[in-house]
């Protein structure tokens, strides 16, 4: 942090001691976890003008914690501070680095928010190229200076980010609005925005204009459950939201749309909705679904469903309700498919021939540092080149591991790892079979 001291960084330790002792002595296995990242300073905050450590006192900070932190009942985890380079130059970054992301995504960068497929490196040669000093932007900025986001009003005025950058320094508290007066922040105007301390005892209003909730509860208590599964497509420009993603849009969707949806019971209560296997990145479906579970029987599936759609995204579109399955099925087949480029190599239909005639396949996998081997010819049902267009079927058990369609492409086909990537697959069909079918 800002105003951080050698001090403070060595009293983690000590706090991480502290409450190591607290479990007694008698206790032999409690582990203490410690994480620990580089602070990075975000725009629209009181410490948007303040510098950010650099790589090298990143790493010395960590290598001081780990000298003196114990080895028996203790363990450090860190964010890597070469990660957190570019998580600074792009927090408070400019327009200039819309080139910088298009050259380094032609030299290669992919998923850099994975470790494994990270290279600063790369991301400094790109900078080279295009004249960009990607320390200038972890630099501490002048409080007088015009700054890139001054354009973008947050509602928060800049006075008032100054102000609370003066009193964090002397360590002063700024106490709570709601409770003890306006701190003139200049967010609220007092008509349509002002501070509201929730009352308990008010229920939520369902917004007007809105369809009427399907259920009588917004949480889960001893009333009947009814679960239905929803099924919709991702195609187009969806197909690049990631899993953690859909989650939101599909619950926002819910509730803009008027569903009582379920909660679970708890300090932090959930959508009683839950998804089927994540969808890689990239990829196409016409079959996805999610179960959600209700208070109430469904009146009409035919309006929720449109209700429904009006709130997602271009691409995601609800194809059908239906009540959702009693339990898990035990085997799915799903259908993939996807456009070869013209010409495709004859090869490829002399290794689908090889492969579908064989009783074994071998594949290798390396996951987390560990290799590992799995047949998966009994997981393919059909493999096929049809007029252009590769298609095969994927078997899937409850409990085993599975086949990727990566795999088919790369292990079977001989596709490079950028082919298999870049190839546009959508998965058309999925047949649940369970143990009583």
Known sequence: ????????????????????????????RVQ????????????HTPFQWERQLSLGESQDLIDH?????????????????????????????DRRLSELIE????????????????????WQDAAGVCGIDLDAYLEARDPGEPLP??????????????????????????????????????????????PVICSRGKKEQHPAGKTR?????????????????????????????????ILQLVFRALRRSGVAVLHSQGFNPTPRVSFGAALP???????????????????????????????????????????????????????????LPKPHPEERLQRIGDFLSGDSFVIER???GKRSELDIRPLVRSLRIDHGTLRFELVAHQGRPGVNPREIMVDVLGFSEREALLARVRKTKRVEFHANT
């Open 366 to 368: 390396s996951r987390k």
């Open 1 to 28: 942090l800002p105003t951080e001291t050698m001090e403070d960084v060595e009293a983690i330790v000590d706090l991480a001691r502290r409450a190591r002792n607290e479990a007694g002595p008698r206790t032999k």
């Open 281 to 339: 990145v990239g990829m196409e479906s016409e079959v996805e679904y999610f179960d959600m579970e209700v208070a109430a029987p469904l009146q009409d599936a035919a309006v929720l469903g449109g209700a429904l759609e009006g709130q997602l995204p271009p691409g995601m579109r609800v194809t059908g309700v239906e009540p959702a399955p009693a339990a898990d099925a035990g085997t799915v087949v799903t259908a993939y498919e996807t456009v």
């Open 103 to 122: 050259t380094v995504w032609k030299a290669g960068a992919r998923l850099d928010g994975w470790s494994e497929h990270y290279s600063l490196e790369r």
């Open 149 to 194: 986001w001054d354009h973008l009003d947050s509602g928060v005025d800049r006075e008032f980010l100054a102000r609370e950058r003066e009193r964090a320094m002397l360590r002063e508290y700024t106490p709570d609005c709601r409770t003890a007066g306006c701190q003139q922040c200049g967010l609220c105007d007092f008509r349509t925005i002002r």
């Open 213 to 245: 909730p399907v259920g009588v509860a917004p949480r889960e208590g001893q009333q009947p459950r009814f679960r239905y599964r929803i099924h919709y497509t991702r195609l187009g420009d969806s197909r690049f939201f990631s899993h953690l993603e």
């Open 65 to 93: 914690l780990k000298s003196l932190l114990p080895r028996r009942g203790f363990k450090l985890k860190w964010h890597d501070p070469r990660q957190s380079v570019m998580e600074g130059v792009f927090s408070r970054g």
């Open 32 to 43: 203490i976890n410690v994480s620990v990242g580089t602070f990075v300073p975000k725009p």
